[in-house]
């Protein structure tokens, strides 16, 4: 327990066993331990290694090996299993500090019931030449996010929230995110849910995790498509329901484009230029395909490993 409180630690993966054995021991080897940790793996094969482990005492250690495709279906998963009132989320591919626990869940406590927790995602040091990681949040302000914004500000790798607040808000959009026909931005999708009733998303910059540099240079490109196509996913589900103010996203969203295309650099230009064509057709995929939108792929548009 933290404070008193009882803490859940969620993780999801799919075939990067490596990653994610890296990623328990890092929980492990915090200044706290968690009361417990769940595993929702999606992997063709079970981690046998991670299935028979013998946790510390004092943490319940639950593998869950799931037949299932999409970090939103293994989030939906886990959450479901979760025995305690604090729950905290990362991903596979993510070291956390050591204080990460103790910081994070402090900062959930102290904000309250009505607010969730993010922190902020560095990139680790690349696994090898060209290699890069993405989906960073390396602001050193601490920041509170209210009501409808222009911004995306919820990292769900690196998370805390009470489990209330997932039974009040609903499911992750199993339709959204990695292992989908919009392989990104359930993250988005789920904080502007958030804010929408109400919560509060507090971004505490002393909750770090390492978002690690797996990903190799020749996939840049197409990374960057499949996350514009998993935006493009994101503002279509909103605009269908005529939530007009994804608009006035869109606009900003393409205005941070257009500033990072004028630092000059090559790749990132070509980045942004696929992330702004696979969002044009994520968004026109769900508004003009809608009978396609529970399509799912087995694997990630990349071909990378993982979903």
């Known amino acids: 327990m933290i404070d008193g409180h009882g803490v859940t630690v969620l993780i999801s993966s799919r075939n990067r066993p490596g990653l994610l054995a890296d990623a328990v021991a890092s929980v492990l080897e915090g200044s706290v331990r968690p009361d417990e940790i769940i595993v929702v793996d999606q992997s063709e094969e079970p981690n046998q290694q991670l299935a028979e482990m013998s946790p510390p005492i004092g943490v319940a250690f639950r593998y869950l090996h799931s037949d299932t495709v999409g970090i ?13 009132p604090v729950v905290v989320v990362t991903d596979d591919d993510c070291l956390v500090d050591r204080a990460w626990l103790r910081t994070i869940v402090q900062s959930l406590i ?6 969730v927790i993010t922190g902020r995602v560095l990139a680790g040091p690349a696994e090898e030449e060209g290699a890069f990681a993405l989906s960073l949040h390396a602001d050193e ?3 509170e996010y209210t009501g409808q914004i222009t911004v995306d500000p919820l990292a769900t790798f690196n998370m805390a929230m009470w489990a209330s607040t997932f039974a009040e ?3 992750f959009d199993s339709r959204i995110g990695p292992g989908t026909r919009f392989p990104s931005s359930e993250d988005n999708d789920y904080g502007y849910r958030l804010l929408l009733a109400g919560y509060r998303i507090v971004f505490d910059p002393d909750a770090v995790v390492h978002h690690r540099s797996w990903r190799t240079g020749r996939n840049y490109v197409s990374v960057r498509y499949s996350y514009g196509r998993g935006q493009g996913g994101y503002y279509g589900k909103h605009l269908a329901s005529r939530d007009w103010f994804m608009l006035v996203k869109a606009w900003h969203a393409l205005r941070r484009r257009g500033h990072r295309m004028r630092q000059g650099d090559p790749r990132a230009i070509l980045g942004e230029f696929a992330w702004i ?10 508004l003009l395909r809608p009978a396609r939108r529970d399509e799912r792929y087995a694997r990630s548009d990349d071909g990378s490993r993982g979903w």
Request: glycine fraction near 18%; hydrophobic fraction near 45%.
């Open 169 to 171: 808000v609903g499911s």
């Open 277 to 286: 064509g696979g969002w044009a057709v994520g968004i026109g995929d769900w």
């Open 72 to 84: 939103s279906r293994s989030r939906n998963a886990a959450f479901s299993a979760a025995s305690h």
């Open 141 to 143: 302000m601490p920041a």
């Open 110 to 115: 102290k904000a309250g019931d009505r607010a």
